[in-house]
């Protein structure tokens, strides 16, 4: 099992989901994407042997509420990323392990419906990993958009992306035991002829590219659907639990402004609108930051130009686009601000 502590530094109180990191060496073993020797380097022989006890149906519920250093995964991540093929990622979501369920995905498999369940994975997503940033928006029609992505700036490379887009939807199946019948894709990559064909098929429905935002949207009604193992006692008692586990989850203030102006760079581009948001006051904010040695101001455009240089690379050149993209009030402000990147950068 794994131990409390590695080389990375403690397991306790921070981090991600200790089963996120066995679950995720198991599969890259198992895809012969990392070998044993690599995943002991990386992660420490622990994770290794718990990962091949999860692949043998062992007992891994002492995973269950344990942390692990968030750069555990993401070095894990990177490193599969070297060899990994177009399509890996697309192949790793489609497969779930019914054994590698932290506290979340036991409190979603008791929840009443898939609208529940979406409801509880976005607000609660830190149980598992806080850099996966999801949340459900509704259009003119009343349509559910089911909206996904990773912080600019936090490293994640487009195998982790592909997986948890292709995850949500073999996810969404295994808990109603029914196909996920969906409406439209969209998402922030380009079009890849090698790829295109697979994730068309996999999710049958049209497929959009270069949108805002990566998106799910589900047919009418789909998240009505009632789940296999829907039971409103348990889901209670899990939910107890998971609160007690993320009021110990301790958060850098950096990293939650980094999450926030990736959910809606226009609206909390205000430092009022980010200390409502957060429960603290603008006061406190300002001191937090300053504790660190940095400021709101500097936090808001070091990430937007890591935003912006993001949507260069994914073929964005419509100034109005991206001037709302990066949360400009007008276009003329956005153009003051990329003269001083281009002369700074």
Known sequence: MVAKADKNGSADGTG?????VVDLARQLWQRQLLTPGQIGDLCGKAVFAAAQQLQQGGDVSGLLSRRLPRSLLLTLWQQAALTAEPLTGWQMGAQI??????????WLCHCANLHQAVDVFCR?????????????????DGLPHILFSYPVAAGYPQLAEDRSLAGFKSWAEYLSGEPLKLQRVCLQRR??????????????????????????IPEPGELQKPLL???????????????????????????????????S??????????????????????????????????????WRY???????????????????????ADVSSFYKVRRRWLQNY
């Open 191 to 216: 079009r890849c002829a090698t790829t295109a064909a697979y994730i068309q098929h996999y999710f049958d429905c049209p497929v959009d590219y270069q949108a805002d935002h990566n998106r799910i």
């Open 97 to 106: 392990h019914q054994n590698a369920r932290g506290i979340l995905a036991h």
């Open 16 to 20: 991600v989901s200790a089963i996120a």
């Open 306 to 328: 890591h935003r912006y240089q993001q949507l260069l690379e994914q073929g964005y050149d419509d100034p109005l686009t991206v001037c709302e993209l990066l949360g400009y």
């Open 229 to 263: 193992q829907a039971n409103a006692y348990l889901a209670g008692l899990l939910q107890q639990q998971a609160g007690q586990q993320l009021a110990a989850l301790s958060e850098d203030i950096v990293q939650r402004l980094a999450l926030l102006f990736s959910r």
């Open 124 to 140: 609660h997503v830190a149980l598992m990993n806080r850099d996966e940033l999801w949340r459900v928006t509704t259009d003119n």
């Open 265 to 302: 760079a226009k609206q909390f581009s205000h430092a009022d609108c980010v200390a409502a948001e957060l429960g603290i006051s603008r006061t406190t904010l300002y001191r937090q930051l300053k504790q660190q040695n940095t400021s709101f101001s500097a936090q808001l455009e070091q």
